[in-house]
């Protein structure tokens, strides 16, 4: 069986195999796409595949929809050419149920796919979709670091500054190929649209209109565009940017189950690795629970995407929802394993949470530390959500995702898993910042991660990091054993605000997490000591928050 247009016409082979084919005429809708294209998605990659477009395809297969995605690829272009080109935007989606069944769906809801590239024949492709005025949303996922246009001291990235130097006609970064994008739909007839921003970060809509404003600014100073087309885009009735929550834990394609989908008789099922070390393959594997809470402001209108279980609500309810997810229920938990997933050579975040001692770590950090400054957002009940992270999704034998993936951009994603419950702790009269002891203690593995030396002493390869080398120069001179040798090497990390949010030292943690991290370096062997120092022996209080 071929994963293509013409292979999934045999219906009864893959019917046989167990596989759900769209219950629609995939090419059909393709034409639609191509006719009155709705929605455009920015990052070609598992999340999209895996989730979005499911979405998606539940519409289409209940007749709520007539036509599908438009994938954009803006960074990765061998996604699209060994991805999506073979396989006629056509991928498998394979779920994994924690009693090792799988669920096995061909999504074909994705109509067409475009590379972001001003120097190819796309690009003219994309401005014409952007200026047609059936277009409703232009979704992302990015990851966070896409939406950053400064560096570590605060100044433009090398990339913005061309592109605020070149204008519109030929832009570099994404967020300048947005504004030039939307620049030609305000010229067309300044439709509406809806930018919606569905990464995984605190403020996501925010972030992602605060970026696009300031390119703006910048050419419209310069006068490359009009001014008046800043006042297009700072009006929420002409073009929004929601709030959104996603939640969906999608790792890399795994290789037991590339054998299981060719045991089924399913053809080029091979998983690939791009030159900008994507992995990737035709199908995504991907957890059965999922949540995508939206702020409901579209001022072109929408799909019916409540009919495919997305919430849509206010944003003070969408930020109560991510905060509650991001700052306390699940991210910092993540990155968590993630640090000491590493240093402890674990293979997978489900053989972790078999460890006694890191199981203890994410329940205190979640139950104990996190939960007293949750916010009950009303349409997700914290506890329950939690519970179900800790006793559920993590512990999923059969989910491959790994401690090194999560570790991936560690820098940029502090400030919001564990800055925001440091604040919380510090401007509430009846909480005590100095009271916190696991949330130190991850910190100080963090750095400790960064020595890249595992708890065997070993070298271990660090998850790529936008401020990697700049944090291991701090960390350089310290040595595993050489507990004298820290001195002042973690206080430019501590004290840095555009990491943590805050001077870590000022709320009085820092003397804390170098005593921690202190215990941590004494020797081979020693991160497992500390961990049972700290964890053995301790109960897990679960109060009814």
Same mark, same amino acid.
Request: proline share 7%; hydrophobic share 35%; glycine share 6%.
């Given at each position: 069986m071929l994963l293509t247009r013409d292979g999934i016409k045999d219906i009864d082979k893959w019917r046989h195999a167990g596989i759900k084919l769209p219950n629609y005429d995939v090419e059909k809708v393709a034409e639609k796409t191509k006719q009155n294209p709705t929605w455009l998605h920015f990052g070609a990659g598992n999340i999209f595949r895996g989730f979005i477009a499911l979405l998606q395809q539940n519409l289409l297969d209940k007749g709520l929809s007539k036509t599908g995605i438009i994938a954009v690829e803006s960074y990765d272009y061998e996604i699209i050419e060994k991805i999506y080109v073979p396989y006629d935007n056509l991928s498998l989606l394979v779920i994994m149920h924690a009693d090792g069944t799988l669920e096995v769906e061909v999504i074909g809801s994705i109509s067409d796919k475009i590379l972001a590239d001003?120097?190819?024949?796309?690009?003219? *492709? #994309?401005?014409?979709?952007?200026?047609n005025p059936s277009l409703q949303i232009v979704s992302f996922t990015i990851t966070e670091k896409a939406y950053n246009l400064k560096d570590f001291s605060g100044e433009y990235i090398k990339e913005v500054k061309e592109?605020?130097?070149?204008?519109?006609?030929?832009?570099?970064?994404?967020?300048? *190929?947005?504004?030039?994008?939307?620049?030609?739909?305000?010229?067309?007839?300044?439709?509406?649209?809806?930018? #919606?921003?569905?990464?995984?970060? $605190?403020?996501?809509?925010?972030?992602?209109? $605060?970026?696009?404003?300031?390119?703006?600014?910048?050419?419209?100073? *310069?006068?490359?565009?009009?001014?008046?087309?800043?006042?297009?885009?700072?009006?929420?009735?002409?073009?929004?940017?929601?709030?959104?929550?996603?939640?969906?834990?999608?790792?890399?394609?795994?290789?037991?189950i590339k054998k299981k989908l060719e045991d089924l008789g399913i053809e080029k099922m091979d998983i690939i690795k791009t030159g900008k070390n994507t992995i990737i393959a035709p199908f995504v594997n991907a957890e059965k629970i999922h949540y995508l809470v939206i702020e409901d402001k579209f001022p072109n209108?929408?799909?019916?995407?409540?009919?495919?279980?997305?919430?849509? @609500?206010?944003?003070? @309810?969408?930020?109560?929802?991510?905060?509650?997810?991001? @700052?306390?229920?699940?991210?910092?938990?993540?990155?968590?394993?993630?640090?000491?997933?590493?240093?402890?050579?674990?293979?997978t975040i489900a053989d972790e949470m078999r460890d006694p001692c890191l199981k203890k770590l994410v329940e205190k950090i979640g139950y104990e530390e996190g939960l007293p400054v949750v916010v009950h957002p009303g349409v997700l009940d914290p506890k329950e959500f939690l519970r179900e992270v800790i006793e559920v999704r993590f512990p999923n034998p059969y989910m491959p995702d790994t401690p090194q993936r999560i570790a991936t951009d560690t820098s940029q994603k502090m400030a919001i898993r564990f800055g925001e419950t440091i604040k919380s702790y510090k401007q509430r009269e009846d909480l005590n910042v100095t009271d916190l002891k696991y949330i130190p203690f991850v910190i100080a593995g963090w750095c400790r991660y960064l020595m890249g030396v595992d708890d065997e002493g070993k070298a271990m390869t660090l998850s790529p990091d936008p401020l990697l080398e700049d944090l291991k120069s701090h960390v350089s001179k310290i040595k595993l054993g050489d507990v004298d040798s820290i001195q002042d090497n973690l206080k430019p990390i501590l004290s840095n605000e555009h990491i943590f949010g805050l001077n870590l030292y000022e709320v009085g943690l820092g003397e804390k997490i170098e005593n921690y991290f202190k215990e941590l370096i004494i020797g081979p062997g020693a991160v497992r000591r500390t961990l049972e120092k700290y964890l053995e022996n301790v109960n897990i209080y679960r109060k009814n928050y």
């Open positions: 001003p120097l190819r024949e796309d690009w003219v *492709k #994309l401005k014409n979709i952007f200026a592109d605020i130097e070149n204008g519109p006609e030929k832009p570099h970064g994404l967020m300048a *190929k947005i504004v030039s994008l939307i620049y030609t739909r305000y010229l067309k007839g300044q439709y509406p649209i809806a930018l #919606l921003s569905l990464d995984n970060f $605190s403020g996501n809509g925010e972030r992602l209109f $605060s970026s696009i404003k300031t390119i703006t600014e910048e050419w419209v100073k *310069k006068g490359f565009i009009e001014g008046k087309f800043l006042d297009y885009l700072t009006n929420p009735a002409k073009v929004s940017f929601p709030l959104s929550m996603i939640d969906k834990i999608v790792p890399r394609p795994s290789e037991e209108g929408r799909p019916p995407l409540e009919e495919a279980g997305v919430i849509f @609500t206010d944003k003070e @309810t969408v930020e109560k929802v991510e905060r509650m997810k991001v @700052t306390t229920c699940l991210n910092p938990l993540h990155t968590t394993l993630a640090i000491f997933g590493c240093l402890l050579n674990y293979n």
